[in-house]
């Protein structure tokens, strides 16, 4: 069964440094989203992405976080100067079309120290 | 703007016996809905979604939930509980014309005892 995968499992940064989480969604998945959860707290919704560009994202996507679909299988998340508070499971997701379900991938832990 | 509440934290039950996660919503229109399901260490695992149509949707694992429109609840039931049930339920909605975003609700933990 086709699944989202996501590296690294963990990353481990220093407070300022640039981060950049991976994404591979399903192959014939169109739609393209992160997410995040910081520890104990609900998922939150970060950003959409289709046709190339952003279709929508929320407050905490500010200037410091940026996606990228480099190639025909990456969706990639940069954080640019990582703060203590961006500590948290990220969670990358696809779908295939509009309306349909979103597929999750099992996440990176992102640690800031 | 869209929210979900899941008012227990936790909900205990006996394997065998049927169980129920809570979930009510608030959208300004229609709503699509959503369960998913997190296992330690691992992503959420879609369930089951309600778009339009029968009010009682079937989804993964002997797992359905009843859309009440009336009451506006989302809730998630199945007939005979697992030990390995027992995971962290999150509901979730989107409302139709109003992007794709999914709205979380905080998640109930399901502890399923022998």
């Known amino acids: 069964e086709p699944e989202v995968t996501q590296t690294p499992s963990h990353q481990v940064t220093q407070m300022g440094q640039e981060v950049i989480l991976r994404c591979v969604p399903i192959s014939n998945h169109l739609y393209f989203y992160w997410y995040r959860q910081i520890l104990g707290q609900k998922v939150e919704f970060l950003v959409s992405?289709?046709?190339?560009?952003?279709?929508?994202k929320s407050e905490i996507f500010d200037d410091q976080f940026s996606v990228e679909r480099p190639d025909g299988s990456n969706f990639t998340l940069k954080i640019r100067s990582t703060k203590l508070e961006d500590s948290a499971m990220y969670f990358c997701a696809s779908s295939g079309g509009e309306f349909n379900e979103q597929f999750f991938g099992p996440g990176t832990r992102l640690t800031v120290l | 703007a869209q929210s979900v509440a899941q008012p227990e934290d936790q909900v205990n039950v006996a394997e065998g016996n049927p169980l129920t996660v809570k979930c009510t919503y608030s959208v300004s229109g229609n709503p699509y809905l959503f369960w998913y399901v997190q296992y330690p260490n691992r992503g959420l695992q879609f369930l089951l979604k309600?778009?339009?149509?029968?009010?009682l949707v079937k989804g993964s694992y002997g797992f359905e939930a009843e859309f009440n429109k009336s009451q506006t609840s989302f809730h998630l039931k199945k007939p005979s509980a697992l030990v390995s049930d027992s995971a962290l339920y999150f509901c979730a909605v989107r409302e139709m014309g109003g992007g794709n975003k999914l709205t979380f609700g905080t998640g109930t933990q399901l502890k399923v005892e022998l």
């Open positions: 309600y778009i339009t149509g029968d009010n």
């Open positions: 992405f289709y046709n190339n560009e952003i279709s929508e």
